[in-house]
């Protein structure tokens, strides 16, 4: 409702219940019933499920029923519409003890001065913390429990919310405190993660989900965050080579809510250094990002997951259909105790969004760019984030896909939401709001509306200023803008929320970033894991190529080795046979992993940030492949040995009979490679690099297994011999069969291949050792692949 001016305006009023209060704005029509979407909500029977409204018209409030079973009543008289203001009391379903409302004055603004947030620079200026979205009392001597569920005492209904997510606490001494109850998501006070209990002074945030929770004196005002945020960056600066070089250099603009950016520049601009210092993955060196008032580096744990990012890279697994890696991703962003029919209630709200509806059932390979693009932006839309960043959404793509793509970004920052998009493309800037121009060094060359920018440069196409930036390097591109009236226009006197030292003591100077808090550790890890193995197992599933190998390899090894074997195992036949294992297993394990971690690491490094495990994520990978690698050496094994005499000293092994003994030792080298895969594929950068380190690897094991050449007592070659898997899975087969028994020599005397249960051990125990050094390694390494913020 918009007051003409001279027409005088309906106070500000607050209408107080037994649950809570909501402020009243002239502005909005306010509706009072059973249903959940009320602005008023009373769960009583009495009730109807929409029961009345309120409203400002002109200098007061009207309350009208509407058409309820039960009745409405103002000041005791049933009513059908009657004036109410300060002081007024209804009452809905019964006039005795239905359920009470009364209005009362709104505090002035400057009484409500004091309820400042912490953390929260200019608050008149945010979206969310312009005002409450609702107050309620604090409890007396009770906890107050907050979550999903409909029976807590503040419900937030948010799939990334726990049905039972937290409590606010009275203490003996008169304050209070706020406790976690174990939700998947975390609960923060000031941005860092709650662990244990935690006392709350005045003017603390509380963050839960997308909502604030702010301590103001004995009421706790709650504040939403409903996409419509702010971004303002202050002077971020990123050196290299110990300051030699300049990535950015000062760089300052505001973003406005809904906004829709663009993000351009000629190559080595600092496009993707200014979106690592955005979106908190590497923070800037000097500067500050406020999100919507809040440092985003120290507050990063708590708002990492208001923040979608769409790497140029797909963050997909191909093989899976749409529907499923959706529903897959919303496993392991939404709490555990979240419905399956809620899950999958939101996949199917943002595949109809994104307009997916018809490609849902499709494998994300069968898509073409800008489908499998807009999968990528949908999965980022499960968590409903409140600011999106994107990557080169558009490369790759011909004309109408890349319009297409900017049409669809265009409507997401129209339905609430702060898009930002870093391109090279220029075919689509005019559907954006903003346009961000860096000039080489770092540097702003111009920010403001899109149509302006050519005539700003001086040129009347894009290729020309884009030659302008490389034979102009010396040009002084940032010092135009800065004295520009542009500059003056949409960055000096429209910065959002200035930032200043002094505004709070854990902010840091526009000279030095804040401290960032670590974010807290996953709590649901074998929720996590059961999500990861179900989903790796239904991607190599669906994966013919890799299904036909696994099948195919340990056969083709089996049944050559078979063949050098013959009926029994001779002097002739005994060493290459086992040679041949010691090959079959070392290719089976490594060849099934020495891929599966660098052709996911934008996946992982995605999913890391918003709070996966990184245990989690390697021990499915353990698990999987292990089991497939296993089966795979059995296979093998049995293929090669079933039916042939192994010449074991009276048909015995060492412990177990001799083909078991076998068997595990065929196994054990199949799982340590596979390890070894897994750590090969951590340290290669590029997929095209695993075939020929594969092919070194076998080459390494068959030279260092000791059937070749004697190792025993070699200096420096015998001591490298022990890193190598082959060598003592070769040893414990020799052993079992008693090889220097059937071919005496030089060779065969290694003490490895001795036929005794204490040597037979701790060939096995190497193995296993070397698999849980290969393991330990790996997680050290993906630890260094991770966002830079998740490492300080």
């Known amino acids: 409702m918009v007051q003409r001016p001279g027409v005088p305006t309906a106070p500000e009023l607050v209408l107080s ?42 200098d007061h409030w009207t309350v009208e029923d509407e058409h309820s079973l039960n009745g409405t009543w103002a000041d005791g008289h049933r009513i059908r519409e009657w004036h109410v203001g300060a002081g007024s009391e209804l009452r809905f379903g019964s006039v005795e003890d239905g359920p ?58 948010e799939l990334i919310v726990s049905r039972r997510h937290a409590e606010l606490r ?98 080595g601009a600092g496009k993707s250094t200014l979106l690592g210092a955005l979106t908190g993955l590497r923070p800037a060196d000097r500067g500050a990002v406020l999100y919507d008032g809040r440092d985003l580096y120290r507050d990063y744990a708590e708002l990492r997951s208001r923040i979608g990012l769409v790497p140029q890279d797909d963050i997909l697994h191909a093989q899976l259909t749409v529907r499923r890696a959706l529903s897959y991703a919303a496993e392991l962003r939404f709490p555990q105790d979240t419905a399956p029919a809620e899950r999958q209630a939101r996949v199917d709200e943002v595949i109809g969004e994104l307009g997916l509806e018809e490609r849902a059932g499709q494998p994300i390979h069968s898509l073409s760019g800008g489908q499998r693009k807009r999968v990528s932006v949908a999965l980022e839309l499960l968590t409903k984030p409140s600011l999106l960043f994107l990557d080169e959404p558009t490369s790759g793509l011909d004309p109408g896909m890349d319009r297409s793509v900017m049409h669809m ?15 090279h493309s220029v075919l689509s800037l005019d559907v ?11 540097r702003i060359a111009y920010y403001g509306p899109p149509g302006e920018t050519l005539g700003f440069f001086g040129f009347d196409e894009w290729p020309e200023a884009f030659e302008a930036f490389e034979k ?52 649901s890890w074998g929720s996590q894991l059961s999500t990861l193995v179900r989903r790796y197992a239904a991607a190599l599933g669906a994966d013919r190529t890799f299904l036909a190998v696994m099948v195919a390899l340990p056969f083709v090894m089996g049944v050559m080795a078979r063949a050098l074997a013959g009926g029994e195992l001779t002097r002739e036949t005994a060493v290459n046979a086992l040679l041949i294992l010691c090959v079959g297993g070392v290719l089976t394990g490594a060849a099934n992993a020495v891929r599966e971690l660098v052709k996911e690491r934008v996946i992982y490094q995605r999913e890391r940030a918003v709070g996966l495990s990184r245990s989690a994520y390697l021990m499915s990978k353990v698990v999987v492949l292990g089991a497939v690698t296993v089966a795979q050496a059995v296979v093998l094994t049995l293929v090669a040995l079933l039916g042939v005499d192994l010449g074991a000293p009276g048909g015995q092994g ?24 897994l750590l090969i594929s951590a340290l290669v950068r590029k997929e095209e690099v695993t075939m020929p380190l594969l092919v070194l690897l076998a080459i390494v094991q068959v030279v260092f297994c000791g059937a070749l050449l004697p190792l025993d007592g070699v200096p420096v070659v015998e001591q490298l011999s022990w890193l190598v898997p082959s060598r003592w899975a070769l040893g414990a087969m020799a052993g079992t069969i008693d090889l220097a028994a059937i071919i005496p020599g030089a060779l065969t005397a290694d003490p490895l291949f001795a036929h005794s249960a204490g040597v037979w051990l701790l060939d096995m125990g190497m193995l296993v050792v070397l698999s849980l050094l290969f393991g330990v390694l790996v997680a050290r390494l993906l630890r260094r692949q991770e966002p830079a913020i998740m490492r300080k």
């Open 472 to 523: 102009e390097r010396g040009r002084d591109w940032a010092g135009e803008y800065a004295a520009s009236t542009q500059h003056r226009k949409y960055v000096r006197h429209a910065v959002l929320q200035p930032w200043r030292a002094g505004d709070q003591d854990a902010a840091a100077g526009p000279d030095q970033v804040a401290f960032v808090a670590p974010p807290p550790k996953a709590q």
């Open 100 to 157: 009470r409302a009364v209005l009362v004055p709104r505090e002035p603004p400057s009484a409500a001065g004091r309820a400042r947030p912490a953390g929260v620079s200019n608050p008149s200026s945010t979206g969310t913390f312009r005002r409450p979205s609702a107050v309620m009392p604090l409890p007396a001597r009770t906890a107050l429990r907050i979550g999903r569920a409909p029976d807590n005492d503040l419900v937030i209904d």
């Open 170 to 267: 009275a203490r003996a001494d008169g304050g209070y405190e706020i406790a976690d109850l174990g939700s998947h998501n975390g609960t923060y006070l000031n941005g860092a993660a709650v662990d244990t209990p935690a006392p709350l002074t005045e003017g603390d945030i509380v963050g839960i989900g997308h909502r604030a929770l702010c301590l103001v004196g004995d009421q706790l005002q709650e504040y939403a965050d409903t996409g419509e945020v702010s971004l303002d960056v202050q002077g971020l600066a990123v050196t290299v080579d110990r300051g030699r070089k300049t990535l950015l250099d000062h760089v300052t603009f505001p973003v406005g809510a809904k906004c829709l950016l663009a993000v351009i520049g000629p190559s």
């Open 409 to 423: 970004l265009r409507g997401l920052a129209d339905d609430g939401r702060t898009v930002i998009v870093v391109t």
């Open 654 to 677: 060492v412990l177990m009979p001799p083909l078991l003994e076998i068997t595990l030792a065929v196994a054990l080298l199949a799982f340590t490679a596979m390890m070894l895969g």
């Open 17 to 58: 219940t037994d649950t809570g209060s909501t402020p009243m704005s002239p502005g909005r029509t306010y509706h009072v019933g059973r249903d959940p979407q009320c602005d008023i909500c009373f769960d009583d029977p009495r009730v109807s499920w929409h029961h009345a409204v309120l409203r400002a018209e002109g």
């Open 432 to 442: 954006c709001d903003r346009l961000l121009v860096l000039a080489p060094g770092g």
